[in-house]
Each structure stands twice: as C-alpha cells, then as structure tokens.
C-alpha cells in the first residue's frame, strides 16, 4: 500500500512512522508513505498556504490552490486507483470498519490542514472526509497518524502473529477480555484459575463471556453492532440491567 500525506508539517510523521510496526511494515515494502510538504504547491516568497476568509472573521483559511496542484502531481505520478482522504471536524468519525475498508486501497491521500479549516472547495478533491472524535485538535496531522496507524497494522503481513489484528476487541465488536502475564500473584492479587487451567475450550468462553460483561457494562452502544449469539445477547442485557441497577461498577465485573 502507498500513502502520501500532504501537511506544512510533514516532519512531525517522522517518528511514528520509524515506529515499531510501521517501521517494519515499510522495510518489508508493505507500506510506502511518502511525505509531502503542501508549500512544495505553494506560491510567492512566503509559500503561503492560508489566508483571510471572505466576509471576515477571525483566524485563517487553507488556500485551495496548493492542495489542487499537490492533487494533480500526486495523481500524475502513481496512475491507477487512488483515495482521497480530508482529515477535517466534519468528517464521517473514523472507526475500526473504515479502517479496514482504507486497509484494502491501494493508494491513498491523506490531506491535512491547519488554522481555522479549509476553503470549501478542498473538499471536493476528497473522496471521503474523516474526523477522529468529537474534540478540538489544531490540525489534520495528529488524526492523519491515527488513520495511517490503525490501517498500516492491517495490512496482510505487517503484524507478527497474523491471529491478533482479527482476535483483538473491535473486531470482535467487543472491548477486549481481562489480560494476565507472570506473576500468578502480585501483591495479593491473583490470576484467575481458568487462565492457568490449561483447558483451552474452558479458556475461550471465560474470554468470551469477561469480554461480553465488561462490553455491557462499559460500552452497551457496541453492543448494536456486535456478532453475537442470542444467547450470548440475553447475558449482555441481563449484565446491562445489574449495570443500570448499580450492582457492577466500572473496572469490576
Ligand atoms: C483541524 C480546527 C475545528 C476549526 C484543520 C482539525 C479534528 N477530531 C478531529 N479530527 N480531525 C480534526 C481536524 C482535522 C483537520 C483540521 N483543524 C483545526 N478544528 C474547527 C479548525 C484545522
């Protein structure tokens, strides 16, 4: 998979892509990001890439010139298939199932913008606009990390044991199972017994039904899009109503 990132501060990607797994990802030649500077599309001494909004107001606006002409380059030089990501506040929230559909690209490029948004005719070079959540950040770049770290690891054979991108919580639709590693105890807080049973078959419903628990009680909204039993739906609601009816807390289960 190729990304190219558009930013006035491509050197912030450095580090996080240097980072364990996508460093090794694009070692293995899985994964090609490319980093560009949007004043490399800019104009004049300054190389400016905002400006005054029409009808005033305060803060600066993303020029639409610089993005157009980086568009048009980007596209020139990797012909074939390519999506067009704008990282912006009023985009679709990005989530597990978008970045499994991004993970199956070819080709995508990610904008990233700063100050108080873009011209709006930016976003028509988009193919889909993505938001991380509902808080104010001062640019694109920090979503564009969360967007290239979440889909970089589910490219096939960038994670060490393939068994753990589809194991793992969201894609179950389910917060993740309580997890133990050595001690057995720790200052009187033990491991559970199942986990050291032995017993595999015993092992994968405790999971299951831990994880299925703490869903309901933390997170009952992923509970809607979950794949579940409908025996596995009934112990949910009945572990939401002791939830609602205060008998589990948060952190316990
Ligand atoms: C961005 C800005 C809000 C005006 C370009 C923020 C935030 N949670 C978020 N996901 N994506 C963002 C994001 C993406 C691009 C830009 N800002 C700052 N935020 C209103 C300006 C500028």
Do not use: N
């Not at 190389?47 to 980007?74: H, N």
């Not at 104010?136 to 889909?151: C, N, Q, R, S």
């Not at 299925?212 to 009945?238: I, Q």
């Amino acid at each position: 998979m190729r990304i190219d990132v558009v930013s006035i501060f491509p050197e912030v990607f450095r580090p996080v892509l240097a980072s364990s797994m996508l460093g090794i990802a694009q070692e293995r030649g899985l994964l090609d990001v490319r980093l560009h500077d949007l004043r490399d599309w800019a104009e004049g001494v300054h190389r400016q890439t905002d400006d005054y909004a029409y009808g005033g107001g305060p803060g600066m606006v993303m020029k639409p010139e610089p993005f157009f002409r980086a568009l048009r380059d980007l596209k020139a030089d990797a012909p074939g298939e390519c999506t067009v990501v704008l990282m912006t506040p009023q985009g679709r929230r990005f989530d597990q199932r978008a970045a499994e559909d991004l993970a199956s690209r070819e080709h995508l490029v990610i904008l990233c913008g700063r100050y108080e948004g873009f011209d709006e005719r930016i976003r028509s070079l988009a193919d889909l606009q993505l938001s991380i959540g509902d808080y104010v950040l001062t640019g694109g770049e920090l979503p564009a990390m969360v967007v290239i770290d979440a889909v970089g690891r589910l490219i096939p054979g960038v994670l060490g044991h393939e068994g753990s991108a589809a194991e793992e919580s969201f894609s179950w639709g389910l917060l993740e199972y309580p997890q133990y590693t050595r001690p057995a105890v720790w200052e009187g807080m033990s491991v559970p017994d199942v986990l050291l049973s032995g017993d595999h078959a015993r092992i994968a419903a405790w999971r299951r039904r831990e994880a299925l628990a703490r869903t309901a009680a933390l997170r009952p909204d992923l509970l809607d899009d979950a794949d579940l039993t409908p025996e596995e739906r009934e112990f949910a609601s009945g572990t939401a109503q002791e939830k609602e009816a205060g008998r589990l807390d948060e952190g316990e289960s």
